[in-house]
Nanobody, 123 residues
Framework: QVQLVESGGGSVQAGGSLRLSCATS????????MGWFRQAPGKEREGVAN???????RYADSVKGRFTISRDNAKNTVYLQMNSLKPEDTGVYYC?????????????????WGQGTQVTVSS
């Protein structure tokens, strides 16, 4: 059973920062690639960033230079540090994981999802 527990969402003004956390089991953390996705109202879910088991990362063009995905081996947790937030970053952010895809930001490659956490950025 793969469980992903997100936390850290909230409301912030444009230019501010938030850090999202995704905690999971040691087995999932060690064997699955993990990613962050977001869904704005009325829009499709889109990939934001992911991190593979070897630590390599990938980012959507819209967040490059502002967001950083990282892993904490001691806590079996993946983080998404979001800086210089913009109103267009508003949405529900989901943590996702899998192990049998190519490890891209295509949401079809992820079969395990967290419950989501709301991020609201006001102008």
């Amino acid at each position: 059973q793969v469980q992903l527990v997100e936390s850290g969402g909230g409301s912030v003004q444009a230019g501010g920062s938030l850090r999202l956390s995704c905690a999971t089991s040691e087995y999932t953390y060690s064997n699955f690639y993990m990613g962050w996705f977001r869904q704005a109202p009325g829009k499709e879910r889109e990939g934001v960033a992911n991190i593979l088991t070897d630590g390599s990362t990938r980012y959507a063009d819209s967040v490059k230079g502002r967001f950083t995905i990282s892993r904490d081996n001691a806590k079996n947790t993946v983080y998404l540090q979001m800086n210089s937030l913009k109103p267009e970053d508003t949405g529900v952010y989901y943590c996702a994981a899998d192990r049998y895809g190519l490890g891209t930001l295509d949401l079809l490659e992820y079969n395990y999802w967290g419950q989501g956490t709301q991020v609201t950025v006001s102008s």
